[in-house]
């Protein structure tokens, strides 16, 4: 069964930072795009960033520019997002996806797995 599990979430001061860990069961993440997203309450999923299957190629939004970096070892079948200078607008549920095909597209039709997502919510 493709699972694909978030973990590293929770509370932490604006300013702060946390590194969130995309860890993938009953498959490789090698041949894998992996997308993060984030969705607060009220709006939609939005795309935050993406790495391509080699980890040479990656995108982000505006929005996490400068603060946010993604990273994968596929040794591990494991996809970071190492998230600084949190703001209280960070704040969201954070999910993780794969993506068969390659590109380094933030639609979330363009992914095939996804996690159950972990809360991150950056507050005073």
């Known amino acids: 069964q493709l699972q694909l599990v978030e973990s590293g979430g929770g509370l932490v001061q604006p300013g702060g930072s946390l590194r969130l860990s995309c860890a993938a069961s009953g498959f490789t993440l090698n041949y894998y795009g992996i997308g993060w997203f984030r969705q607060a309450p009220g709006k939609e999923r939005e795309g935050v960033s993406c790495?391509?299957?080699?980890?040479?190629?990656?995108n982000y939004a505006d929005s996490v520019k400068g603060r946010f970096t993604i990273s994968r070892d596929n040794a591990k079948n494991t996809v970071y997002l190492q998230m600084n200078s949190l703001k209280p607008e960070d704040t969201a549920v954070y999910y993780c996806?794969?993506?068969?095909?390659?590109?380094?597209?933030?639609?979330?039709?363009?992914?095939?797995?996804w996690g159950q997502g972990t809360q991150v919510t950056v507050s005073s």
């Open positions: 790495i391509s299957s080699s980890g040479g190629s990656t």
């Open positions: 996806a794969a993506r068969s095909l390659y590109g380094l597209g933030l639609e979330t039709y363009e992914y095939d797995y």
